[in-house]
């Protein structure tokens, strides 16, 4: 390592780990840098780990064995290591050299010169009390110690308990021999080659053998059980606390399917010789694709009423599609982090597309989107591949995943069903073991499609944003004529005009038709011809581009028609919620307002799709009266969806103080179909009788449920009754440390909203931010944010420097940033 390149690397990578500079009682932090490829002179060739994981002091003592090839001569080789304690550093040949530590980096001094192409060796013993980068977590209740510990290495973490290459464009294989209590067990990439007990200690040596970035090493480790099956002869495993055994097989029991799927659509085989998916307490995310190894939140388990709420195969299939999109090809760097998970998220949902139908993958790729266009707005709109950043955690948000996904269906309407999946297939195939950019993804598009991809890619994946658009129609004379309005700002770097092709469906009351149209300019108008009067024109009928849309003529009379005749779900769905106010507008007795909650009824009665029949549910609170109570209540206890009973419950809250209603919202809650559903009788029971709710909601708070799900939804209920007696009772809960941290995270934000006793809410907040959990802490973060009075600043403030996360960082700088 030349001298030079330490000066460039420590510009590069210093930035990344900010930390607050206190000065007076202002904190500073470092500004969002541009980031490119770390130059540091070698490839890293393997990894060989031996850890000891000592629980009693949260502490490890590990040495690590670099074996590395200079890419040029080399006098120094420049290493990631954020804290931790390094004792010695020894070469190939057992001498000792000369070290020294900056930031988070260790710099070794080589013995003497080493030529290009040399291969070389080091070996590093270190120890210390893990900053980062490795979790211990399992809290015994008797507060004797955790019982687990988990890494989580994106995005340049894995240098908290490793000394390391910690970049993604660095691959190397790598092996870890982990030492432990014996009466843990341990799981980590690739295969298990040896397993030694002695001494009350377990010794587990595992090796993966396909070359990968660092930050995909990672090992979970501790009181765990192990379940094992087969898929096509590959080992699949599953780890979790034993109080989850009875839920897990029921919870991963489409892993293989998932796994067929993605070999099947992309047509490369499952890279690797196992894959294991392990369950860990306090894990921060929803998963984390480690190499062949993936780890994943507990709250992903639940028993059959969970089920009924949620599923954990999106999570599952997720995680799983990364093994191709993130594992087998990596970006090349953090600014290209869409092509891991935009492909991760996509992939996802084509899973569910083959498996569940066309339907519910359009309404999860509305869902998705919802998400992605709500984000993406004002200061927070940035390109998909963006160089900028402080931490690259900061670029994994829903432009790297919703939005990416949704660029991902239109580049599928581009080039066509076929051509994508064909360039799907290729781009894994070619790149497969490799780094990839966002160049090599359209090189591979444009050879398999044929024609270039330019525009595309400038306006979408290097531009920033989406179009807003209008639309509308006449008709007269035999023709239709339509225009669409791109009516977005195009000051912030979002390209004025986004050039589209899309299409038209026409609806006549026998048939539907679709014409071709393209988009060139802010305002496009076009004419087709039609004998009679369409009942209904859509633009972009298969919601292929990612946009936010109006239609400021269109009548109730039309929103009936796309409800009545539409085949896809997502028209029907805004049409049942366009109805919702257009019947609240009529006044009772109009005729209209008769033949429109007639129209909503039958969606929520007939309709085949579960979300359809939801959003009539909600649409029909505008019109409480004559049959909709019935249609509601029905609803709320015979649909076989529990997306539709709970969205009928929730409708029928609106009615307020009602004894009647109390009645019914009990009697569902005690019905017990799914936790939603309780929840939402539960929200029903505090609207319609809000002096009997305190007691009842009390009363139920005792009732256990999977990770106090059930506690959560019913302590977002007491919130709503106001006064000081709620407000201890939900300090109380906040607490309680027999309560799950999820539940507690809900106590927590409902106390911090608008508190009567402010003082006592920021005294709480500043006690509980020493809590370990992520997501009771991000809670803690949030709340004492949302007080801005000097003591919640201070407490923020000197919190900073101990941030867990780069999440924590950009909630506390956001908080302390002076209001305009
Ligand atoms: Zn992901």
Known sequence: MRLRDLALSLTIVGFTACTAVHGGDAPRWARAARHGLPERGYD??????????????RSIEGRCTIRLVALEEL???????????????????????????????????????????????????????????????GERRDGSGPTQVFSQGQAEHNRGWFPCFDHPSDRATSEIL?????????????QRIDIVTDGGLRREHWRMTTPHPAYLISIVAGELIRVDEQWRGLPLSYYCEPKYRDWLEDSFEETGAILGFFEEYTGVRYPFSKYSQAVVANFPQGGMENISATTLTPLTLGDELSRRDRSSVGLIAHEAAHQWFGDLITCNDWSHVWLNEGFATYMTLLYFEATRGVDEFQCLLRENTRRYLV?????????????????????????????????LHLLRFLVGDANFRDGVGAYLARHA???VTTEDLQETFESVAGFDLDTFFEEWIYGRGFPEMDFEWSWSEGLIEGTVRQTHDSSGGTARVFHLTSEIEVGFPDRSERFPVELGQRVTTFTFPADVRPQYVRFDPDCFIP?????PSRTAEEWVAIARFSKNPVARRDAALALGPLVGSQKRGEPAREELTGELLALLREDENSWVRADAATALAWVLEGPVWEALTDAATGDASARVRAAALRSLAYCGPHEGMAAFGRRVFDEAFSWETMGAAAALVTSTDPTGAPAWLIRNLQLDSPHDRLAALLLAQLARLEGPAIEKELEAWARDTTLSPTARAVAVRELARDPLDRAAVVALLRELLAEENFRLRGA???????????????????????????????MIEAALRPSP
């Open 178 to 190: 982990l030492t432990m209590p014996a009466d843990w067990i341990a799981v980590a990439p690739g």
């Open 780 to 810: 803690v973060i949030d709340g004492l944010g949302e007080q801005d009075v000097i003591a919640s600043r201070r407490a923020l403030t000197e919190y900073y420097p101990r941030a867990r996360t780069a999440k924590e960082r950009r």
């Open 433 to 435: 073991g490799r780094n």
């Open 44 to 57: 890293v060739d393997h990894y060989r780990l031996e850890l000891t994981l000592l629980p009693e002091t």
């Open 547 to 551: 946009k936010v849309m109006s239609w």
């Open 75 to 137: 006098s120094s080789v420049l290493l990631d290591l954020a804290g931790l304690e390094v004792l010695e550093v020894r070469d190939g040949e057992g001498r000792a050299l000369a070290f020294e530590r900056a930031r988070d980096e260790l710099s070794i001094a080589l013995a003497e010169k080493a030529p290009e192409g040399t291969l070389l060796t080091l070996d590093v013993r270190y120890g210390g009390v893990p900053r980062t980068g490795l979790w211990f977590s």
């Open 375 to 407: 984000e993406d707005r004002g200061g927070r709109r940035r390109p998909t591949v963006c160089e900028v950043w402080k931490d690259p955690e900061d670029l994994l948000d829903t432009r790297a995943y919703e939005g990416a996904a949704a660029r």
